[in-house]
């Protein structure tokens, strides 16, 4: 079974500043997508990037990258330019892509609570 | 395009009764899962449906069960509450195989 850890439970930025926050997992599999996914208290679960397994390459949007370690099986999603609004609790989640989808469940860390300090 | 969306947004039940949630998935998707987030915690996987059969299923009793009709749509039922049932339900959609899942703003499930 895949598991998830986010073993910082709380982190506070300076507004405008960068912050980093961490997730490692544990799986046998070859073929998988990695997410952020953001929680505000109105409690709406937002994606917030996508990473491919085979995908080299990491992902970016806009003021959000990644850093995906493979090998190391490291996910950290990076926050460029912190905003009053990135406050909200932060899930990293696995999900499988092998085998026809039958395993398409999302797993999910314990979350982050980050605050960002005016 | 209408996202995800789910009701009630709240309610409250009593201990032993039942109750039947509701959720549209995202225009062109075929798949739709349930989780459970009691408060404080990450949502836990209950089960996910596809061309109206329960395809995989988490750590969770029978009272809980589904259904998904022709249109994609999708209904959970929980019987018999217990006070421990209180939580966020959350509904998920996505293409079967698709790389990224879209949640609804869930709902808020008392038992007293």
């Known amino acids: 079974a895949q598991t998830v850890t986010q073993s910082q439970p709380e982190m506070s930025v300076q507004e405008a500043e960068t912050v980093t926050l961490s997730c490692t997992y544990d799986?046998?599999?070859?073929?998988?997508?990695l997410f952020w996914y953001k929680q505000p208290p109105s409690r709406q679960m937002i994606l917030v990037i996508r990473?491919?397994?085979?995908?080299?390459q990491n992902a970016t949007e806009n003021r959000f990258s990644v850093n995906f370690q493979k090998a190391a099986k490291s996910f950290s999603l990076k926050i460029s330019d912190s905003q009053l609004g990135d406050a909200a609790m932060y899930f990293c989640?696995?999900?499988?892509?092998?085998?026809?989808?039958?395993?398409?469940?999302?797993?999910f860390g314990k979350g982050i609570t980050l605050s960002v300090r005016p | 395009d209408a996202g995800v969306t789910q009701s009630p947004t709240h309610l409250i039940k009593t201990r032993g009764q039942q109750v039947t949630l509701r959720c549209s998935p995202k225009?062109?998707?075929?798949?739709v899962s349930w989780y459970q987030q009691a408060l404080g915690q990450e949502p836990q996987f209950i089960f996910q449906?596809?061309?109206?059969?329960?395809?995989q299923r988490g750590n969770f009793p029978d009272r809980f069960s589904g259904h998904q009709f022709p249109n994609y749509s999708s209904e959970l039922n929980v019987n018999a509450l217990l006070l421990g049932d209180s939580a966020l339900y959350l509904c998920?959609?996505?293409?079967?195989?698709?790389?990224?899942?879209?949640f609804g703003e869930g709902s808020w499930l008392t038992v007293v």
């Open positions: 990473q491919e397994a085979y995908k080299q």
């Open positions: 449906y596809y061309e109206e059969e329960e395809r």
């Open positions: 225009s062109g998707h075929d798949t």
């Open positions: 799986t046998s599999e070859s073929d998988y997508y």
């Open positions: 989640a696995y999900r499988s892509h092998e085998g026809t989808g039958a395993n398409s469940k999302l797993t």
């Open positions: 998920a959609s996505s293409l079967l195989a698709g790389n990224t899942i879209y």
